[in-house]
């Protein structure tokens, strides 16, 4: 049974929202704040740029471990339990990585801060999905990207005027501080927003269901559906569990082939693709990929802050579509915009000029091309697998196995990242033109992979989700 528009308490329904994805805010906020403070780091370390690529890159070792953790700990523990666990280690990570002066110390934090933002990269979604009604769970949950890139932007603004007030963002700031240090105390702001919000809104109907906690789930589901299907979900959901049932990582395996499920793979392919079409080279070195480009400190922040807002518009066209021509139509449409504006990259920097030290320098007319079709790229990637990825991600599994796919697929989406972080300033030192090309073959690829595996979940109920 679905519940009524009249019947759903909206309100509700958005208050949770806007807690849950606090947790997209803190994923894209630290995956931001790393953006503008490389010549801190290599300063205050004396890092080579494979040494920054491990640097940066170490916050996602804690995010693929954070998620794979998360998925399995909210089976046990709850969702919401597990993300208050988060924030708290989000916060200690922001201020360690301000503070620390030894670089195994940075890199630990770093590595804690990954954990929470891993965790809560998939445990926010899943969440939303799981309090939804369906005919608005894909615009609810792409509300967590919005928050994602309001994150970055965020970011972006504060490391700008930081460094705009410092005058680098190595120049001594508050405290005598440099301003690159204040960039990652900043973190701890949202962290400690985010561990009050949790405490005022309730625990996952379907996770009380899978642990006999029939009455609280009621409580919850007739809160946000009206008491009278909040009943009937409950029988719905009650049923989609087999009794003394315990989620396990066998749960992803096909009892009849004993291969892993298609829906598995499916969303292994999400996780994957949506990091090697190379979104995340220009949250994480924005700064430092203008640069190469040929444009200033103070130009290169400006024009992440630009990105950003370009993201946020992109967000919400996707939360005004998602629920009405669906999921699938847009990642086609997301695959073959990224594909073009990739080689559109890829042909801006095949054709600028090395300067006397090696940089690379674009003349006015490429450097337009470059600024143009990064933007419209982001626009590709956020009206679709930006968001589209991990709305999939949280509702597309059954329940008895959300948890464990989430923790897979979690692993896998993150673990990507790392690959695609960590190698690029080798691949940007060779080539950006050889780095692009990468980025715009996956995203070609990625094209046809949506057309033979995705299956549309637009408009369906959770409980009806086939592994």
């Given amino acids: 049974m679905r519940a009524t528009a009249s019947e759903t308490n909206l309100a509700l329904v958005l208050a949770i929202v806007a807690v849950a994805t606090i947790g997209g805010l803190l994923f894209g906020y630290d995956s931001g704040a790393v953006n503008g403070t490389q010549d801190g780091l290599?300063?205050?370390?004396?890092?080579?740029?494979a040494g920054l690529g491990f640097t940066v890159g170490s916050l996602l070792i804690g995010c693929f471990f954070g998620a794979f953790l998360a998925g399995q700990l909210a089976d046990l523990l709850g969702r919401r339990t597990v993300m208050m666990l988060t924030a708290i280690v989000f916060l200690i990570g922001a201020l360690v990585q301000g503070f620390a002066d030894i670089h195994w110390v940075f890199v630990v934090a770093r590595i804690m801060g990954g954990m929470a933002v891993g965790a809560a990269s998939v445990l926010s979604p899943a969440y939303i999905a799981e309090v939804a009604p369906a005919n608005v769970r894909g615009r609810m949950s792409t509300i967590q990207q919005v928050m994602i890139i309001v994150g970055l932007t965020a970011a972006f603004v504060v490391n700008y005027?930081?460094?705009?007030?410092?005058?680098?963002?190595?120049?001594?700031?508050?405290?005598?501080?440099?301003?690159?240090?204040?960039?990652?105390?900043?973190?701890?702001?949202?962290?400690?927003?985010?561990?009050?919000?949790?405490?005022?809104?309730?625990?996952?109907?379907?996770?009380?269901?899978?642990?006999?906690?029939?009455?609280?789930?009621?409580?919850?589901?007739?809160?946000?559906?009206?008491?009278?299907?909040?009943?009937?979900?409950?029988?719905?959901?009650?049923?989609?569990?087999?009794?003394?049932?315990?989620?396990?990582?066998?749960?992803?395996?096909?009892?009849?082939?004993?291969?892993?499920?298609?829906?598995?793979?499916?969303?292994?392919?999400?996780?994957v693709f949506q990091q090697l079409v190379g979104i995340n080279v220009i949250f994480y070195y924005g700064a430092t990929l203008w640069q190469l480009a040929g444009f200033t400190e103070d130009?290169?922040?400006?024009?992440?802050?630009?990105?950003?807002?370009?993201?946020?518009?992109?967000?919400?066209?996707?939360?005004?579509?998602?629920?009405?021509?669906?999921?699938?139509?847009?990642?086609?449409?997301?695959?073959?915009?990224?594909?073009?504006?990739?080689?559109?990259?890829?042909?801006?920097f095949a054709n600028g000029k090395l300067d006397a030290v090696g940089q690379l320098q674009l003349s006015p007319g490429l450097g337009t091309v470059a600024l143009v079709a990064a933007n419209l790229y982001l626009i590709f990637f956020n009206v679709s697998w930006g968001p589209i990825m991990w709305v999939m991600l949280g509702e597309m599994f059954p329940n008895h196995m959300r948890g464990s796919a989430l923790a897979v697929c979690?692993?896998?989406?993150?673990?990507?990242?790392?690959?695609?972080?960590?190698?690029?300033?080798?691949?940007?030192?060779?080539?950006?033109?050889?780095?692009?090309?990468?980025?715009?073959?996956?995203?070609?690829?990625?094209?046809?992979?949506?057309?033979?595996?995705?299956?549309?979940?637009?408009?369906?109920?959770?409980?009806?989700?086939?592994?």
């Fill in 161 to 271: 005027f930081l460094a705009g007030s410092a005058g680098a963002s190595t120049a001594p700031f508050w405290g005598g501080y440099p301003a690159w240090r204040w960039m990652y105390w900043m973190q701890a702001v949202p962290a400690v927003i985010f561990l009050m919000a949790l405490i005022f809104i309730p625990e996952s109907p379907r996770f009380l269901v899978a642990k006999g906690r029939d009455a609280e789930a009621e409580h919850v589901l007739s809160s946000l559906f009206g008491a009278g299907a909040g009943q009937v979900k409950l029988v719905e959901i009650r049923a989609s569990f087999v009794d003394g049932y315990r989620p396990s990582l066998r749960d992803l395996v096909d009892p009849v082939n004993g291969g892993i499920r298609p829906i598995v793979w499916a969303g292994l392919m999400l996780a």
């Fill in 42 to 49: 290599r300063a205050a370390f004396a890092l080579s740029d």
């Fill in 299 to 348: 130009q290169s922040l400006q024009i992440n802050i630009v990105s950003g807002l370009v993201s946020i518009a992109a967000c919400i066209i996707t939360i005004s579509l998602i629920d009405r021509i669906g999921r699938k139509p847009l990642l086609l449409i997301g695959s073959a915009g990224m594909s073009a504006t990739l080689l559109a990259l890829v042909y801006a």
């Fill in 410 to 467: 979690g692993f896998a989406q993150w673990f990507s990242n790392y690959l695609i972080a960590q190698s690029f300033p080798v691949l940007a030192g060779f080539s950006l033109a050889m780095a692009y090309t990468f980025y715009a073959i996956c995203a070609v690829i990625s094209l046809f992979l949506v057309q033979r595996f995705i299956v549309e979940t637009k408009g369906k109920e959770l409980e009806a989700m086939k592994g």
